[in-house]
C-alpha cells in the first residue's frame, strides 16, 4: 500500500531557530500533501494544502511566512517552522494524495520549542 | 463542505464487537466516507472507506444505510490495542484530495481487560 514517510519524528529546538520537516511519498506520486498541527488531545487541523510545482494553499489564521510550504517534486514536500517560539510546539502530521488510493499519513513530528 | 458529528469516546471490552456511528447530514452525491484510526503520537492509519451499502475488509466492516448520512464503523472482536481514536471523514473523490480535509473530534475507544 501507499506510504508516507515523515522526517524526522521528533526535534527539539531553541526559540528563534528555525526547523525543516520533510515528508515523502515513498511509493507513489503525489500531487497533493497536506500539512496538520495536531496538540495534546485534540483533532487534526489543516494548516495547508501543497501542490507539486506551484504555492502552496494556506488555511485561514496559518502564517505562510513562519510556515513555509515546499513541494518541488512529486514524492517530496517540506514544512519549515521559521523563527519558532514555545507556542509552536506541537506534532506535526503530513499526508500524501493521488488519484488512486485513499490519503495516507506519514507518522508525524513531534516538535518541541525551548 | 460535510461535517461529522461522532461520540467523543465508547469503552469497550476485549472480544466484543464495537460499533462508532458517525453522523454526516449533508454529505454530496460524490462523496466517499473513510475512517481512520489514531494511536497516540502516530499518523492516522487508513482502514475503510466505502460510499454506499457495505464494505468489509481484513480488519473492519462499514456500513452505510441507503439516505448515506450516517455511517457505522464495525470492529469484531475488539482487542487492548484497537484502543485509540476513531476519525470518520467524508470527501469528495476517492483520492480524498477534495474536500475530505476537515478532521472532527473523533472517537475516542477505550478497550479493556
Known amino acids: 500500500g501507499a506510504v508516507v514517510s515523515q522526517h524526522p519524528s521528533w526535534v527539539i529546538c531553541k526559540s528563534g531557530t528555525s526547523v525543516k520537516i520533510e515528508c515523502r511519498s515513498l511509493?507513489?506520486?503525489?500531487?497533493?500533501m497536506f500539512w496538520y498541527r495536531q496538540f495534546p488531545k485534540q483533532s487534526l487541523m489543516l494548516m495547508a494544502t501543497?501542490?507539486?510545482?506551484?504555492?502552496?494553499?494556506?488555511e485561514q489564521g496559518v502564517e505562510k511566512d513562519k510556515f513555509l510550504i515546499n513541494h518541488a517534486s512529486l514524492t517530496l514536500s517540506t514544512l519549515t517552522v521559521t523563527s519558532a517560539h514555545p507556542e509552536d510546539s506541537s506534532f506535526y502530521i503530513c499526508?500524501?494524495?493521488?488519484?488512486?488510493?485513499?490519503?495516507?499519513f506519514g507518522n508525524g513530528t513531534r516538535l518541541t520549542v525551548t | 463542505l460535510a461535517k461529522t458529528t461522532q461520540p467523543i469516546s465508547m469503552d469497550s471490552y476485549e472480544g466484543q464487537e464495537v460499533n462508532i456511528t458517525c453522523s454526516h447530514n449533508?454529505?454530496?452525491?460524490?462523496?466517499?466516507i473513510t475512517w481512520y484510526q489514531q494511536f497516540p503520537s502516530q499518523g492516522p492509519r487508513f482502514i475503510i472507506q466505502?460510499?454506499?451499502t457495505k464494505v468489509t475488509n481484513e480488519v473492519a466492516s462499514l456500513f452505510i444505510p441507503a439516505d448515506r448520512k450516517s455511517s457505522t464503523l464495525s470492529l469484531p472482536r475488539v482487542s487492548l490495542s484497537d484502543t485509540a481514536v476513531y476519525y470518520c471523514?467524508?470527501?469528495?473523490?476517492?483520492?480524498?484530495?477534495?474536500?475530505?480535509?476537515?478532521f472532527g473530534g473523533g472517537t475516542r475507544l477505550m478497550v479493556k481487560p
Open positions: 471523514l467524508v470527501g469528495d473523490s476517492y483520492n480524498n484530495a477534495g474536500n475530505m480535509l476537515t
Open positions: 466505502g460510499y454506499k
Open positions: 449533508n454529505i454530496a452525491t460524490n462523496d466517499y
Open positions: 499526508s500524501a494524495s493521488n488519484r488512486n488510493s485513499p490519503l495516507h
Open positions: 501543497s501542490n507539486e510545482g506551484s504555492k502552496a494553499t494556506y
Open positions: 511509493d507513489f506520486q503525489a500531487t497533493t
